[in-house]
């Protein structure tokens, strides 16, 4: 653990416990894997709709950025380095599945993700089935979008990530970034409206 010991404080700011772990400090590193382990999940698993293939992304993004730690030029940029690596390996397993061209078994498990939903006290039934349909629809519309498409929309919509980031990401302008989200939005809409 080097010199670092039981010191370490979670309050840091990101750039620093980077840094950190890039030393070698695994409490550091520890701390970076709880921060981001269930929104890479959240990202493979809408993008790749298969609850087994997104958690092996997640431990191979994890593994993957451990390994590549010490690359990493710029410990501030490490959220937008993770989010490429994790978007790309979903990229990559999409392309494996189009070329066997298997068929996919839908898998309804998203209730089953910890803590993706808890019920409350004022649990509401019909809200529930609302809330429900409304995901499964969301599911079903994004598994239409082309696999660039649904990435761009997840990255912006569901992670907060900049046009340039998802351009980095994706291999494209930034310009373009805006031209597939327009058509992932208006798409995703189109869809959604069904469900109101």
């Not at 653990?1 to 750039?15: A, I, Q």
């Not at 550091?28 to 981001?36: Q, R």
């Not at 690596?85 to 898998?107: F, P, W, Y």
């Not at 912006?156 to 327009?182: D, F, N, Q």
Request: hydrophobic letters at 40%; proline letters at 4%.
């Amino acid at each position: 653990m080097g010199d670092h010991g039981p010191g370490f404080e979670p309050d840091l700011d990101e750039g620093s416990i980077v840094a950190r772990a890039q030393d070698g400090d695994l409490a550091a590193f520890e701390h970076l894997v709880l921060t981001y382990q269930y929104r890479l999940f959240r990202l493979a698993y809408r993008m790749l709709n298969d609850r087994g293939e997104a958690e092996d992304i997640v431990q191979e993004t994890l593994t993957t950025s451990w390994c590549g730690l010490p690359m990493l030029a710029d410990a501030d940029a490490f959220g937008g380095w993770i989010y490429r690596l994790a978007t790309n390996k979903c990229l990559d397993v999409l392309r494996k599945r189009s070329a066997h061209a298997e068929s996919i078994v839908d898998s309804d498990d998203m209730d089953a993700i910890p803590g993706a939903r808890a019920r409350s006290v004022g649990w509401d039934p019909a809200h529930e089935a609302e809330w429900s349909a409304e995901q499964d629809g969301l599911t079903a519309l994004l598994k239409t979008l082309p696999p660039a498409q649904r990435a761009c929309w997840l990255l912006r919509e569901m992670h907060g990530r900049s046009y340039a980031e998802i351009g980095v990401t994706l291999k494209i302008s930034p310009t373009a970034v805006r031209g597939t989200l327009a058509r992932a939005r208006h798409q995703i809409a189109e869809g959604m409206s069904q469900w109101r």
